[in-house]
T-cell receptor
Framework: AQSVTQLGSHVSVSEGALVLLRCNYSSSVPPYLFWYVQYPNQGLQLLLKYTSAATLVKGINGFEAEFKKSETSFHLTKPSAHMSDAAEYFCAVSATQGGSEKLVFGKGTKLTVNP | EAQVTQNPRYLITVTGKKLTVTCSQNMNHEYMSWYRQDPGLGLRQIYYSMNVEVTDKGDVPEGYKVSRKEKRNFPLILESPSPNQTSLYFC????????????FGSGTRLTVV
């Protein structure tokens, strides 16, 4: 069964510093992988997705993620953190079972950006 | 504007009083799903629907019902709510399965006392 693991439930960085949020996946087939962001009191917004085209995926708000099959990883990065990046981030894998499909989410990483 | 609309945003109810959370999407998406979000547990799928009149259970379906009579609407029904159903609920839709990604509603925060 497909699953994702996010390392670190809380990450704190200084404004202007590198953001690195870790995600490892488990999948017996080539996966579809996603990163979502949730701002306080809002729904989830798609940041970027990997669909087996380029391994380096660029998303919105300056974020990008690199798919590494050998490491089963899909870490999210941003070169320079901004105060507005403070939010919770979820990695997800598209899981298929029988004829159905769903997104399986990691438990989330809350990003704090310090001035 | 393409969106998924959930109502209500906030709801406080008493144990056993039936309630419905509505979900509507305007993107002509085939696939719709309900998730609940709980601290430390992330998001877990309750039910999903692959098209009109086609629904199936997700990971945590107990205590919930759904229906899909029209493509745009996918209401979540709690026939007899209990305190352990206090949670943040999200409806989501997708054009199809796989790599399209989901569009999420803004969420419904439900408290059952």
């Amino acid at each position: 069964a497909q699953s994702v693991t996010q390392l670190g439930s809380h990450v704190s960085v200084s404004e202007g510093a590198l953001v690195l949020l870790r995600c490892n996946y488990s999948s017996s087939v080539p996966p579809y992988l996603f990163w979502y962001v949730q701002y306080p009191n809002q729904g989830l917004q798609l940041l970027l997705k990997y669909t087996s085209a380029a391994t380096l995926v660029k998303g919105i708000n300056g974020f990008e993620a690199e798919f590494k099959k050998s490491e089963t990883s899909f870490h999210l990065t941003k070169p320079s953190a901004h105060m507005s990046d403070a939010a919770e981030y979820f990695c997800a894998v598209s899981a298929t079972q029988g004829g159905s499909e769903k997104l399986v989410f990691g438990k989330g990483t809350k990003l704090t950006v310090n001035p | 504007e393409a969106q998924v609309t959930q109502n209500p945003r906030y709801l406080i109810t008493v144990t056993g009083k039936k309630l419905t959370v509505t979900c509507s999407q305007n993107m002509n998406h085939e696939y719709m799903s309900w998730y609940r979000q709980d601290p430390g547990l992330g998001l877990r799928q309750i039910y999903y629907s692959m098209n009109v009149e086609v629904t199936d259970k997700g990971d945590v379906p107990e205590g919930y019902k759904v229906s899909r009579k029209e493509k745009r609407n996918f209401p979540l029904i709690l026939e007899s709510p209990s305190p352990n159903q206090t949670s943040l609920y999200f409806c989501a839709s997708s054009r199809h399965r796989g790599n399209y990604g989901y569009t999420f509603g803004s969420g419904t925060r439900l408290t059952v006392v």
